[in-house]
């Protein structure tokens, strides 16, 4: 039985699948798939930017071959970012002893 970090990887590897490969190359997310992820799961964080352009510059962040793709590597750079924005608001939010 798979332990919950495991869980998480199996989950982010499924997501990043789901959205991968629907035009062309099934390793890697192409603007519109990143635009697709973005919009149905972080839909939240989407529909609160007030600059349409947001998006379009996270990607060019993010793709620091400058493929104007994503890989694996370059999609969990996102992840890791906005898990690490959780975590340091979590801690804002925390009541200290």
Do not use: W
């Not at 199996?10 to 699948?17: D, I, R, Y």
């Not at 973005?38 to 620091?64: C, H, I, S, Y």
């Not at 104007?68 to 804002?92: K, R, S, Y």
């Amino acid at each position: 039985m798979p332990t919950e970090t495991e869980r998480c990887i199996e989950s982010l590897l499924a997501v990043f699948q789901r959205y991968a490969g629907r035009e062309g190359d099934n390793c890697t997310l192409s603007k519109r798939e990143f635009l697709a992820f973005m919009n149905t799961e972080l839909a939240a964080f989407t529909k609160n930017q007030k600059d349409p352009g947001v998006v379009d510059r996270m990607m060019k962040k993010l793709d620091l071959n400058s493929d104007g793709q994503l890989d694996f590597q370059e999609f969990l750079n996102l992840i890791g970012g906005i898990a690490v924005a959780c975590h340091n608001t979590l801690l804002v939010n925390t009541p200290h002893p």
